[in-house]
């Protein structure tokens, strides 16, 4: 078994106007650099072997720190990036609905069957980022292993794991807090999910 702790990178600079960021490459605010220092914080004291993150700059800012409190060297993979959301990449909710009102409602309606105009299959993210995963946890049997990512992923990832129809993600895990844990151990064909969504005690918010 492998315990595998999922986190969300810290806040970026479009966290403010919930814009949707996939894969732009945004930074993160001067509060997103706290609440990865306090990720660290709690990183070096965790038991953690190895610390790994998507290769978009906002997640390996999160986790380079932790990675250094830890003491191994950060590792990194494409698979692990945000879903895509082409044609809605940096727009708020409201400026979709103006832009692409019908998609946008179908969206909302089942967010995989109909994803935003021009972005990636969630399907697909699901698969590559569960594949990752599951790679992660080979190369760390009976390890603990910080994943630092992305929102939509990590709820896509959540659902295919534990067999709840992909359509539910937003319905099911309407949000995830920058840096909080979400707990999972893999073993086999086998989840569990310990622990979600949890905040750090005294965390920067």
């Known amino acids: 078994m492998t315990r595998l702790v999922l986190v969300r990178h810290g806040e970026s600079v479009w966290h403010a106007e919930n814009r949707y960021a996939g894969i732009s490459d945004i930074a993160l605010t001067p509060l997103g650099v706290r609440q990865a220092d306090w990720l660290a914080g709690w990183a070096g004291e965790a038991g953690l072997s190895s610390v790994w993150a998507s290769t978009l700059s906002r997640s390996m800012r999160t986790a380079e720190p932790c990675a250094q409190a830890v003491g191994a060297p950060l590792r990194t993979d494409e698979r692990l990036r945000e879903l895509a959301f082409g044609e809605a990449e940096g727009l708020t909710a409201a400026e979709m609905n103006q832009r692409f009102p019908r998609a946008r409602e179908d969206f909302r309606a089942d967010p995989v069957a109909h994803h935003l105009p021009g972005g990636e299959d969630p399907v697909k ?3 590559r980022f569960t ?3 599951r790679d992660i946890a080979a190369e760390h049997p009976g390890e603990r292993v910080l994943v630092v990512a992305h929102t939509t992923v990590i709820r896509l990832a959540l659902c295919r794991l534990i067999g709840v129809p992909l359509r539910e993600y937003r319905r099911l895990f309407p949000f ?4 909080a844990l979400t707990e999972i151990s893999l073993h086999e064909d086998r989840t569990a999910v ?3 969504n949890s ?3 005294g965390a920067p918010s």
């Open 131 to 133: 594949e990752c995963l």
């Open 194 to 196: 310990l622990e979600f």
């Open 125 to 127: 993210a699901a698969a």
């Open 199 to 201: 905040p750090l005690p």
């Open 176 to 179: 995830l807090r920058n840096c």
